[in-house]
């Protein structure tokens, strides 16, 4: 059997949050804000989808087999 390949997505924000609006325009934070929100959309629709594949291979019946004779 194959091994499966992992892949790996890491996100780091080192700001804190209570410093960024000192050193940008108050327009310019409102967008990253907004940028920041999307992507954790963006994740919670991949682990979503994850758990949707996880669930149907759990769910998913084996197939009946078929007894040939043999002569």
Do not use: C, Q, W
């Not at 209570?18 to 907004?34: K, Q």
């Amino acid at each position: 059997m194959a091994e499966e390949k992992m892949k790996e997505i890491k996100i780091s924000i080192p700001i804190p949050e209570d410093l960024v609006p000192l050193f940008m325009p108050g327009a310019a934070y409102d967008h990253l804000r907004r940028a920041k929100k999307e992507v954790l959309l963006a994740l919670r629709a991949l682990i979503d989808s994850r758990i949707e594949a996880l669930d149907k291979k759990e769910n998913k019946k084996p197939e009946k087999t078929k007894k040939i004779k043999i002569d």
